[in-house]
Nanobody, 116 residues
Framework: QVQLVESGGGLVQAGGSLRLSCAAS????????MGWYRQAPGKQREMVAT???????AYAPFVKGRFTISRDNAKNTMYLQMNSLEPEDTAVYYC??????????WGQGTQVTVSS
């Protein structure tokens, strides 16, 4: 059974940095696509960044070059390096994993809070 565990969230001041991790278990990590999504209170879940099986990355417009998505296949782990954080980045961040063999899996989320 596939499990995704996010970590690395927390409280940071505006302008600070955080590195989120998403560790996958119960899978051969045959990635079709992976991504980070976020949901702020009262808002819908939105895409932050994705990376596909070929390593092609895509970012939401609000990222503006501040975040970097990456993947370490040897560790079955995906990362999101977030720099220059803003209060508007406050949200629960979720990782998503879509394996080549099908399925759509979500982690439990990690809270990111940016204070002004």
């Amino acid at each position: 059974q596939v499990q995704l565990v996010e970590s690395g969230g927390g409280l940071v001041q505006a302008g600070g940095s955080l590195r989120l991790s998403c560790a996958a278990s119960g899978t051969s990590f045959s990635v079709n696509a992976m991504g980070w999504y976020r949901q702020a209170p009262g808002k819908q879940r939105e895409m932050v960044a994705t990376i596909n099986r070929y390593g092609v990355k895509a970012y939401a417009p609000f990222v503006k070059g501040r975040f970097t998505i990456s993947r370490d296949n040897a560790k079955n782990t995906m990362y999101l390096q977030m720099n220059s954080l803003e209060p508007e980045d406050t949200a629960v961040y979720y990782c998503n994993y879509q394996p080549i063999y099908g399925g759509d899996y979500w982690g439990q989320g990690t809270q990111v809070t940016v204070s002004s």
